[in-house]
T-cell receptor, first 112, second 116 residues
Framework: GDSVTQMEGPVTLSEEAFLTINCTYT??????LFWYVQYPGEGLQLLLK?????DKGSNKGFEATYRKETTSFHLEKGSVQVSDSAVYFC???????????FGAGTRLFVKA | NAGVTQTPKFQVLKTGQSMTLQCAQD?????MYWYRQDPGMGLRLIYY???????DKGEVPNGYNVSRLNKREFSLRLESAAPSQTSVYFC???????????????FGPGTRLTVL
């Protein structure tokens, strides 16, 4: 079945450091890929998405590129801020489908 | 536009007690979902409702029941709570109209449940 694997955390960075959170997936066909973010005490919210191979999703300085050849969707940000401290979830869903498969989540701590 | 709302926000139960978690969305979405979140295990799907009038089991349905009351509301019931059901529960909704729908999910703020 479909699955999503993301790097274990926590990831601890200093402010203005470069961020990469790795995500790989296993799926049939051509799923849509997502990154969700969960701030402390809140529900998840969509950060960015990509719906086909080579698409780049971007939002709030975060980017991820849908790489079908490596089945990856790594999240990157050039300069993190303390306010980026959160848990990040990689996820996939099939177009027209009803379920989303989530990775286990990666906690990010950013120090001032 | 409140999005997805959940009640209660916190609840403490004793083993064997029952309760219902309420969820409502005002985005006219077709599909609704219940997840539980446990440390190190990400989100696990309990039940979902692809459209009004239908419900289906997810990954971890045992010990739970659901009701899709109407298009807006989707409740989760614990008939006899157990300590293993201590978790954070999230309700979500998505448009999921089939076809070109990409199934972006919108989440509520969660219910933190402790079963003693």
């Amino acid at each position: 079945g479909d699955s999503v694997t993301q790097m274990e955390g926590p990831v601890t960075l200093s402010e203005e450091a470069f961020l990469t959170i790795n995500c790989t997936y296993t799926a049939t066909g051509y799923p849509s890929l997502f990154w969700y973010v969960q701030y402390p005490g809140e529900g998840l919210q969509l950060l960015l998405k990509a719906t086909k191979a080579d698409d780049k999703g971007s939002n709030k300085g975060f980017e991820a590129t849908y790489r079908k050849e490596t089945t990856s969707f790594h999240l990157e940000k050039g300069s993190v801020q303390v306010s980026d401290s959160a848990v990040y979830f990689c996820a996939l869903s099939h177009t027209g489908g009803f379920k989303t498969i989530f990775g286990a989540g990666t906690r990010l701590f950013v120090k001032a | 536009n409140a999005g997805v709302t959940q009640t209660p926000k916190f609840q403490v139960l004793k083993t064997g007690q029952s309760m219902t978690l309420q969820c409502a969305q005002d985005m006219n979405h077709n599909s609704m979902y219940w997840y539980r979140q446990d440390p190190g295990m990400g989100l696990r799907l309990i039940y979902y409702s692809a459209s009004e009038g239908t419900t289906d089991k997810g990954e971890v349905p045992n010990g739970y029941n659901v009701s899709r009351l109407n298009k807006r509301e989707f409740s989760l019931r614990l008939e006899s709570a157990a300590p293993s059901q201590t978790s954070v529960y999230f309700c979500a909704s998505s448009e999921s109209s089939g076809g070109r729908s990409y199934n972006e999910q919108f989440f509520g703020p969660g219910t933190r449940l402790t079963v003693l």
